[in-house]
């Protein structure tokens, strides 16, 4: 019996843990990937307080070591489902069961796919979802990035270091991601910018993407662009499945702002929540709140 069982290594789960164990709450973290989330693969960070620039891998691993110094349990497992029994959370994992008081769901969001033709069965062959994972097989190669956003700008500046040739195509005519960053972009000489268009369709030869079809919708022209890879960045789908607390129309978990969810005792922190800024300041703050919140929780019990 855990007084809080915390689920999800990133960001809010590692600061809602550095949080508990300081609070002296019998804790434990679970992770079924690789402790540190899905910021663990980007190259570089440069709006996290304290650090101009850092690797995700970096940032990361000083939350992690923070964390284990503090003597957080951390356990690689996957969790299948959630129940409660009277105020018990019961938490079933791969590995078995698990009970407390309290628990905080921090499980983060994965890419979000096209679903475009040649999409799914060429990932892994030239289509990617991570330009740090994937970025170096791409040496004086021609890419193309999908998306408006700050992570497809950023991706497209670190690719730009490697590829010979960036392409960025967007649906709209203007970009969502920080000025700065559109900025370094666009001072970057073998970046092009197609904005007003989408992806239709990644093509192949011998196996491995070879052209992307994209469509004008300004001046409704379809042509190939030829192209070694394609890295697509159009958002993020929660992690949420195997909770039962209220959501929103997208399955991220709806919380007030002490970060309760609809079931007593259960609260949720970072980019698996509903929450107008995804970046790892608010996370680190949605797991201090969570961690807070439920240390009262469990004085309540």
């Known amino acids: 019996m855990y007084d809080l069982v915390i689920i999800g290594g990133g960001p809010a789960g590692l600061t809602a843990g550095i949080y508990a164990q300081r609070s002296r709450l019998k804790t434990i973290l679970l992770e079924k990937g690789v402790v540190g989330g899905q910021i663990a693969l980007s190259d570089i960070i440069e709006n996290y307080p304290g650090f101009s620039s850092i ?21 690689l497992d996957e969790v299948i489902n959630i129940t409660v029994e009277g105020k018990e959370k019961v938490i079933r994992t791969s590995e078995g069961e698990l009970r407390a008081k309290a628990l905080i769901v921090a499980t983060g969001a994965k890419p979000r796919r096209l679903g475009v033709p040649g999409e ?54 203007r970009f969502r991601a920080e000025k700065m960053h559109q900025e370094k972009a666009e001072a970057t000489p073998n970046i092009e910018f197609l904005a007003s268009n989408i992806l239709k369709e990644i093509k192949a030869e011998n196996g491995v993407v070879s052209k992307a079809v994209i469509e004008n919708l300004k001046n409704p022209a379809v042509k190939e662009v030829a192209v070694d890879g394609v890295f697509i960045f159009v958002g993020i789908n929660p992690t949420t499945d195997f909770v039962d607390a209220e959501k929103d129309t997208g399955g991220f978990i709806k919380t007030n702002p002490r970060m309760e969810t609809s079931i007593p005792g259960v609260f949720a922190a970072g980019d698996c929540r509903t929450s107008p800024l995804l970046q790892v300041a608010t996370a680190v703050g949605d797991g201090a709140i969570a961690a807070y919140m439920a ?4 004085e309540n019990y």
């Open 55 to 75: 690797s995700g891998a970096g940032l990361m691993e000083k939350f992690e070591e923070h964390a284990r110094g503090l003597g957080l349990e951390i356990r």
């Open 120 to 173: 799914k069965e060429l990932t892994g062959k030239g289509v990617s979802y991570c330009a740090t994972c994937d970025g170096p097989f791409f040496r004086q190669r021609t890419v193309m990035v999908v998306g408006g956003g700050d992570t497809a700008v950023k991706e497209a500046v670190y690719l730009s270091k490697l590829a010979s040739k960036v392409y960025i195509v967007h649906r709209r005519d």
């Open 295 to 298: 240390e009262q929780y469990i």
